[in-house]
């Protein structure tokens, strides 16, 4: 089986990272490189998960049409949601609203202290037969929601009316890879990789692309993210690279 990780960003003392095996979740300790905690509750394989940027709480997507609140402390799950379809997940930046997008045509907005009375605002999106979603982020801001597909374009919308602001393409992603996109920390830009290991750029406000980054990658880049409060972020294919402004940038 295929063992999926991801940087686990909250408020614990050592390093730790949530790892998806099918469709069971686990905290693993980089510490002591054991794992701490199993989550079981999902029936198919975990798709998308997002940690609560404020606390100890984070919440998994799964090909069962559930999305599961969970805490770090407790292997019992908080909170269950049904939905129609697979679902992506994300909390905004204050971590007291996450999205939903469903059936890769909806995008639901719910309050944690209150979803299970339902959205309370839902965005319906033109649908696209070729490709699905994979991803959902908020700007650090909160005013954007980023899209990511399997196909070869990601969608910006507006974060309050749910308007599509921009769609991105022009890179390669021929074979349905899950390449994950990602806003620089000022929310100003928004980055994706490439199947050809190239990096593109482009300015959120404009939607005009403005750079395209070489790192040698070998293969897709299906990871990419900034790090929150420094310009620095890392690009992974089968192999990781760390970018640096330069002095002529």
């Known amino acids: 089986m295929k063992l999926q990780s991801k940087l686990l960003l909250n408020n614990t003392v050592s390093p730790s990272l949530i790892c998806l095996l099918a469709d069971t979740i686990r905290y693993l300790s980089l510490h002591d490189n054991k794992y701490i905690r199993y989550f079981p509750g999902h029936s198919k394989r975990v798709v998308a998960l997002s940690m609560s940027p404020v606390d100890d709480t984070f919440i998994s997507g799964s090909l069962d049409k559930t999305i599961r609140l969970w805490d770090l402390r407790s292997p019992n799950c908080q909170g269950l949601m049904h939905l129609q379809g697979k679902p992506v997940c994300s909390f905004d930046p204050e971590g007291l609203i996450f999205a939903a997008g469903v059936n890769s045509e909806m995008v639901k907005l719910y309050d944690l202290r209150s979803f299970d009375k339902g959205p309370f605002a839902t965005f319906k999106m033109q649908y696209d037969r070729t490709c699905e979603w994979t991803g959902l982020k908020f700007s650090n801001d909160g005013k954007l929601i980023l899209i990511s597909t399997n196909g ?89 690279a760390f970018w640096l402004p330069t002095i002529d940038d």
């Open 152 to 240: 070869s374009f990601i969608r910006l919308i507006d974060a309050f009316k749910g308007v599509v602001m921009h769609t991105f393409g022009g890179y390669a992603n021929s074979k349905a890879v899950t390449l994950e996109a990602s806003f620089t920390p000022d929310s100003q830009f928004i980055m994706i990789g490439s199947e050809d290991g190239k990096i593109h750029v482009w300015n959120g406000e404009s939607g005009i692309k403005v750079a395209v980054l070489d790192g040698k990658h070998t293969g897709p880049i299906t990871c990419l993210q900034f790090n929150p409060k420094f310009m620095t972020f890392a690009s992974a294919c089968s192999n990781m």
